[in-house]
């Protein structure tokens, strides 16, 4: 059906057909490129390494601590401290502050439950596990697992939740697994944050149809921009897919930062990876690894970037301009200088302003009170 889309659509877009001579036209290997990055969204799946993903009481507990000070140690920071649902799950800055500036920008969480590897680095196999890694670093929330299980023992509505999220209350006397299972709920929260489709995925939808897009519905700068995305720039060989990002790490030539190499090192090191006993199914334990080189991050999704800036893992860069800039200037240490126009440049910029809308779907909800069935 997609080729015979494509095949349709190549035809609809020769000159041959009437076309003028101003307008864009894609062959067909790059109309197979852009196909493949949809459809969007994508069909949605629980995590079968943790128990609470998809449930609703989970997501709704997780949502609650989400928002929670008194899981930081002071009282004063919580995850949406630097995960603004109004500014798109990040929080605009440079680089992540709560009880201390971190070292890296603060990326956002849409989207993540595509994710394979978490943070810049790849600290993490599992979004549970990445969300326990804020929650105990001192610079972030600064807890302990016995802070954390405390509060989930002692307040009547979390543990009511709690209750009917994994059947059974805290437990009394094991710290850990109560800070690894509200990590998972506020994996079962974040799971939920997904973007709203773009003018992009409008026009990529119509060409999957085998149709000629109505002039005036998407730019034609936006479509000069596209042609670049998926040829010259090579932009869509990490940007792939309908997330626009292939979950693995290149050297983006940005910083001296190591990246990946010392991520690795704390994923396989950290006592809650997926090897470890919290996974709830061990036969999902193993994840592919690329070899990779010191500085290199994880290649960040693009949709709804328009809404993240200052872009990169070290937040250095405040403009879209300015990464198309380097990319076409400098370049890297994996991906030499692509070299392109004044003109290719705009145009690029205004394709991945294309993959954006100005609005976050998400709101919050009115949860009630949990009631204890006893």
């Known amino acids: 059906m997609r080729t015979r889309a494509v095949a349709l659509l190549f035809g609809a877009l020769a000159p041959l057909a009437g076309l003028a001579a101003d307008e864009v036209q894609f062959t067909e290997t790059e109309i197979r490129a852009i196909l493949a990055h949809g459809p969007w969204p994508t069909p949605s799946a629980a995590d079968p390494t943790n128990r609470a993903s998809g449930r609703r009481a989970a997501i709704e507990l997780g949502e609650r601590l989400f928002f929670d000070t008194r899981v930081s140690v002071n009282g004063r920071f919580s995850c949406g401290t630097c995960h603004v649902p109004e500014r798109n799950w990040t929080d605009n800055k440079v680089r992540g502050v709560a009880a201390a500036e971190v070292d890296r920008n603060t990326p956002t969480l849409m989207n993540v439950r595509l994710g394979r590897w978490y943070g810049w680095d790849g600290g993490a196999d599992s979004l549970w596990s990445q969300s326990i890694r804020p929650i105990l670093d001192a610079r972030e929330l600064g807890a302990t697992p016995h802070h954390v299980a405390e509060l989930m023992r002692k307040d009547e509505q979390l543990s009511c ?214």
């Open 161 to 374: 939740r709690y209750r009917r999220t994994f059947g059974e209350p805290p437990s009394p006397s094991d710290d850990e697994e109560v800070l690894v299972n509200a990590a998972k709920v506020l994996a079962a929260f974040q799971e939920t944050f997904e973007t709203p489709p773009t003018p992009f995925d409008r026009f990529r939808d119509t060409l999957a149809r085998g149709e000629r897009p109505r002039a005036g519905t998407y730019s034609e700068a936006a479509q000069r921009g596209l042609k670049v995305f998926v040829g010259k720039g090579t932009c869509s060989s990490c940007h792939s897919g309908p997330n626009f990002t292939n979950e693995e790490f290149r050297n983006n030539g940005f910083s001296a930062d190591p990246g990946r190499p010392e991520g690795l090192k704390l994923a396989q090191a950290s006592r809650f990876n997926l090897a470890g006993r919290y996974n709830d199914d061990p036969l999902r334990a193993v994840r592919a690894i690329q070899e990779t080189q010191a500085g290199a991050f994880k290649v960040p999704t693009l949709r709804h970037l328009l809404l993240t800036a200052p872009y990169g893992h070290d937040g250095k860069r405040e403009t879209l301009a300015e990464v198309v800039r380097h990319y076409s200037e400098k370049g890297s240490a994996a991906l030499p200088a692509l070299k392109l126009t004044a003109a290719e440049q705009t145009d690029l910029v205004v394709f991945l302003e294309s993959i954006s809308t100005l609005s976050n779907p998400w709101r919050p909800e009115d949860l009630g009170q949990c009631v204890s069935e006893r």
